[in-house]
């Protein structure tokens, strides 16, 4: 089974907005950390959002107040809910997950070890 599946990309107008979801075998949801980091062509991995078990949640400030991350534990299912997207937001999404002892802060999730095959998301001006 693999492990990370994202979907619900696509091609929205600045302004619009999208819900990433990303669906886990049982065994990575109940990895400690889970989050979302997106590239672009030519550029480094950028972090976006991370959540761990206990719920504690990080948003990079470049989305902050604009995307929301969360989860759905009966569904293994991690979400991305982008709203107010920018032209700059455009980017291949990854949702990504790494398993680290519980109480210790996750690191940045473009550093998270697994990732799935990633969903496009562009935004026209």
Request: glycine share 10%; with cysteine; aromatic share 10%.
């Amino acid at each position: 089974q693999v492990p990370l599946v994202e979907s619900g990309g696509g091609s929205v107008q600045a302004g619009g907005s999208l819900r990433l979801s990303c669906v886990a075998s049982r065994a990575t949801y109940s990895s400690y950390c889970l989050g979302w980091f997106r590239q672009q062509p030519g550029n480094e991995r950028e972090g976006v959002a991370s959540i761990d078990n206990d719920g504690y949640t990080y948003h990079a400030d470049a989305v902050k107040g604009r995307f929301t991350i969360s989860k759905d534990n009966a569904k293994n299912t991690l979400y991305l809910q982008m709203n107010s997207l920018k032209p700059e937001d455009t980017a291949m999404y990854y949702c990504a997950a790494e398993d680290i002892p519980r109480g210790r802060a996750c690191p940045s999730p473009d550093e998270f070890p697994m990732w799935g095959q990633g969903t496009q998301v562009t935004v026209s001006s």
